[in-house]
């Protein structure tokens, strides 16, 4: 006997939801032409006094049994359900794999980034001198690896630490790659500076802690050369992403990111080399995807280990920092590689199953 009461009511229920629904899709549809016209006459969305009415009504109507709390918080939840309703379905980003399918491959002299193959990029932190950079840029080509890095604007934690050699830098750099057949890229922090930057720069990079500079950002979406953007000290993979598309907005479309550690409470490395962005970064966008190994790292006998995981994530590439006297150096001492360390690793590396090569290089 009970057991067919319950049936029953059960059945009463199932009866009710389906006219509840029903009352919820005509109110949800009314809901979408108050909207329509609120847009074409320029008003917000969002009334709350309108929906406090709604609710003291409600509220004062409600003979119960649900409590007052219960009907006022099921009201709002139907009012954000209809402002949902109401709200044009954002478009995606461009920097989305919804927005384009395909990956972005940059092409830069004879090297492809985000193509089939694995790309290595090395250099020292900062550009110190001719000899310096001609010495890397030596042990760069013999290693194989088509992109050299160095810095000439050095955003430091202290005004009191090496700054950079600024243009003068830049033109060392470009010199030594000349020398060598590689391509540039170095980190330019000032939008006054790109124009200059570019005669000696191949891919502008743009540092972490200015990933949300928006001036920048901008200034490098209105140019046409290949970006590098590392991701910010703290920045989430949405902070990130959003990032790269006010370059892409602008009609720069050569973007890569590059994942360089963040920061968390962990001592032991530099920063925590985020992994998981890896794969993520490249299901979200179509964009090639790097790790910088020594800032995220800062430790030279991990740097292989980590690199090979990068490219076992997905990644399209690796960034590693290369000195001929690392002790010597004028910026990141501990963390950059000697020049036999650096053929170690770089043999490492490629010798490993994940780094991708499909041609042998000449
Ligand atoms: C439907 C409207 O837009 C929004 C949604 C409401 C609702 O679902 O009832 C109420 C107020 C607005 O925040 C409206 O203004 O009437």
Same mark, same amino acid.
């Given at each position: 006997?009970?057991?067919?009461?319950?049936? +029953?009511? %059960?059945?009463?229920?199932?009866?009710?939801?389906? !006219?509840?629904?029903?009352?919820?899709?005509?109110?949800?549809?009314?809901?979408?032409?108050?909207?329509?016209?609120?847009?074409?006459?320029?008003?917000?969305?969002?009334?709350?006094?309108?929906?406090?009415?709604?609710?003291?009504?409600? /509220?004062?109507?409600?003979?119960?049994?649900?409590?007052? !709390?219960?009907?006022?918080?099921? #009201?709002?939840?139907?009012?954000?359900?209809?402002?949902? *309703? +109401?709200?044009?379905?954002?478009?995606?980003?461009?920097?989305?794999?919804?927005?384009?399918?395909?990956?972005?491959?940059?092409?830069?002299?004879?090297?492809?980034?985000?193509?089939?193959?694995?790309?290595?990029?090395?250099?020292?932190?900062?550009?110190?001198?001719?000899?310096?950079?001609?010495?890397?840029?030596?042990?760069?080509?013999?290693?194989?690896?088509?992109?050299?890095?160095?810095?000439? #604007?050095? &955003?430091?934690?202290?005004?009191?630490? #090496?700054?950079? @050699?600024?243009?003068?830098?830049?033109?060392?750099?470009?010199?030594?790659?000349?020398?060598?057949?590689? $391509?540039?890229?170095?980190?330019?922090?000032? &939008?006054?500076?790109?124009?200059?930057?570019?005669?000696?720069?191949?891919?502008?990079?743009?540092?972490?802690?200015?990933?949300?500079?928006?001036? @920048? @950002?901008?200034? /490098?979406?209105?140019?046409?050369?290949?970006?590098?953007?590392?991701?910010?000290?703290?920045?989430?993979?949405?902070?990130?992403?959003?990032?790269?598309?006010?370059? *892409?907005?602008?009609?720069?479309? $050569?973007?890569?990111?590059?994942? %360089?550690?963040?920061?968390?409470?962990?001592?032991?490395?530099?920063?925590?080399?985020?992994?998981?962005?890896?794969?993520?970064?490249? $299901?979200?966008?179509?964009?090639?995807?790097?790790?910088?190994?020594?800032?995220?790292?800062? %430790?030279?006998?991990?740097?292989?280990?980590?690199?090979?995981?990068?490219?076992? /994530?997905?990644?399209?590439?690796?960034? *590693?920092?290369?000195?001929?006297?690392?002790?010597? /150096?004028?910026?990141?001492?501990? +963390?950059?590689?000697?020049?036999?360390? #650096?053929?170690?690793?770089?043999?490492?590396?490629?010798?490993?199953?994940?780094?991708? +090569?499909?041609? &042998?290089?000449?």
């Amino acid at each position: 006997m009970n057991n067919q009461t319950l049936q +029953q009511l %059960r059945s009463r229920m199932d009866d009710l939801n389906i !006219k509840l629904l029903d009352l919820l899709s005509e109110r949800a549809a009314i809901g979408r032409q108050i909207g329509e016209i609120k847009q074409s006459e320029g008003l917000p969305l969002h009334d709350p006094a309108r929906e406090n009415e709604m609710l003291d009504r409600l /509220a004062a109507r409600n003979a119960g049994p649900l409590e007052e !709390k219960a009907i006022r918080h099921l #009201f709002q939840e139907i009012f954000k359900a209809t402002l949902e *309703v +109401q709200q044009p379905k954002k478009k995606p980003l461009l920097v989305s794999r919804k927005s384009k399918r395909e990956d972005t491959v940059i092409r830069i002299g004879n090297t492809e980034i985000g193509g089939a193959d694995s790309v290595l990029v090395a250099g020292p932190c900062s550009v110190e001198s001719l000899e310096q950079v001609m010495e890397v840029a030596a042990a760069l080509k013999k290693a194989g690896v088509p992109v050299i890095r160095g810095g000439a #604007f050095k &955003p430091r934690t202290s005004p009191y630490d #090496f700054q950079g @050699l600024g243009f003068e830098g830049l033109k060392l750099l470009k010199e030594a790659a000349d020398e060598y057949g590689l $391509q540039t890229i170095s980190e330019i922090v000032t &939008p006054a500076h790109l124009e200059e930057a570019a005669k000696y720069v191949d891919i502008i990079q743009i540092g972490a802690r200015n990933m949300q500079n928006f001036e @920048l @950002l901008k200034a /490098a979406g209105d140019m046409r050369k290949p970006v590098l953007l590392k991701r910010g000290l703290a920045a989430t993979m949405d902070e990130f992403l959003h990032a790269a598309e006010y370059i *892409v907005s602008r009609g720069n479309s $050569q973007v890569m990111l590059i994942e %360089r550690g963040i920061r968390t409470y962990e001592k032991w490395t530099r920063n925590t080399l985020d992994i998981s962005a890896v794969p993520l970064l490249k $299901q979200m966008s179509h964009l090639p995807v790097l790790v910088d190994v020594s800032h995220s790292t800062g %430790r030279k006998e991990i740097m292989a280990p980590c690199a090979k995981a990068a490219l076992a /994530a997905g990644a399209d590439g690796i960034m *590693v920092e290369v000195h001929p006297n690392p002790a010597a /150096a004028l910026s990141d001492a501990d +963390q950059q590689l000697n020049l036999g360390e #650096f053929a170690e690793f770089i043999r490492e590396v490629k010798s490993s199953g994940v780094y991708r +090569q499909s041609a &042998p290089t000449v």
